[in-house]
């Protein structure tokens, strides 16, 4: 905050005319979504990676939906079928404590 203060401006009254340059960072209201992180590591196990592949191809050859339609309806098919595969076999991280300072 950066304050001037204007004697020389002539208003007929007792005050004094300021001029403050206030610069206001607002917070973001709301919580951010948390997005899980999903254990990667467990990716470099030979026999997980394969699961979490077949997983994948079981349920993309099972919807028959995913050739039809829109492209948008086609990736969030694809996406979820992604995330479930994932979901049923490499798990989510598990949360680390916050750092503060």
Known sequence: MH??????????SDHNL?????RL?????????HRPRWNREGLK?????KRFSESISTNIEN?????Q???EKRWVQLKMTILQGAKDTIRREKRR????P
Not at 18 to 22: A, E
Not at 45 to 49: A, M, N, Q
Not at 63 to 67: K, L, P, Q
Not at 97 to 100: F, G, I, Q, R, T
């Open 69 to 71: 339609g829109a492209v």
């Open 18 to 22: 300021v001029v403050v340059k206030v």
């Open 97 to 100: 404590p916050a750092k503060k």
């Open 25 to 33: 960072r607002l917070k973001h209201p709301g919580q951010a979504r």
């Open 63 to 67: 919807t028959h939906e995913i050739s």
């Open 3 to 12: 304050g001037l203060l204007q004697e020389q401006i002539d208003v007929n």
């Open 45 to 49: 196990d030979e026999e997980v990676r």
